[in-house]
């Protein structure tokens, strides 16, 4: 079943997070369009945001769940990093991205969509991107569906 970019997805999604941490319950998901989980590593995964800021949104997490990077081990720290570096290779091959914003939100007040569980955001940036995305009833319109960017992006990682 592919994934379709509606608001009542993103209603299921949120009556899921009050369930339980989403990154908890995705990873212990078979790997696929349904967890959009692209990469596993020894200490942390890779997997596409669900409501990407732009088409290739990836975030590396953790599979310990922590809310703080001072709460994570050195390896786990450092994996982090270098799963992020991988992810920014693959989106510059696949997708020719201008530029990238990468990095954490910690804490509600810093724009965190999930607190408890730490993770690293890679997003990729055109010029003029938030102008080809337009709101349509608050959900956000990309280029490609999720399914289709996981698929290129799975694609390329091992080739990079
Ligand atoms: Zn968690």
Not at 96 to 112: D, K, L, R, T
Request: charged content about 20%.
């Amino acid at each position: 079943m592919s994934f379709l970019w509606t608001p009542w997805r993103m209603e299921y999604i949120r009556s899921e997070k009050r369930q339980g941490c989403i990154f908890c319950t995705e990873q212990k998901l078979p790997d696929g369009s349904e967890n959009l989980i692209v990469f596993r590593g020894p200490l942390t995964f890779v997997i596409l945001n669900r409501f990407p800021y732009t088409c290739g949104h990836l975030m590396v997490v953790p599979y310990i769940h922590k809310a703080s990077l001072e709460d994570l081990d050195v390896a786990t720290r450092s994996e982090i990093m270098e799963n992020a570096v991988h992810t920014l290779e693959v989106l510059k091959k696949e997708y020719q991205p201008q530029g990238f914003n990468m990095g954490f939100n910690i804490g509600e007040v810093a724009g965190a969509g999930v607190l408890d569980h730490v993770h690293f955001h890679v997003v990729p940036r055109w010029g003029g991107d938030t102008n080809f995305m337009s709101a349509l009833g608050g959900a956000r319109v990309l280029p490609e569906l999720l399914s289709e960017t996981y698929e290129r992006i799975k694609r390329t990682w091992d080739e990079v």
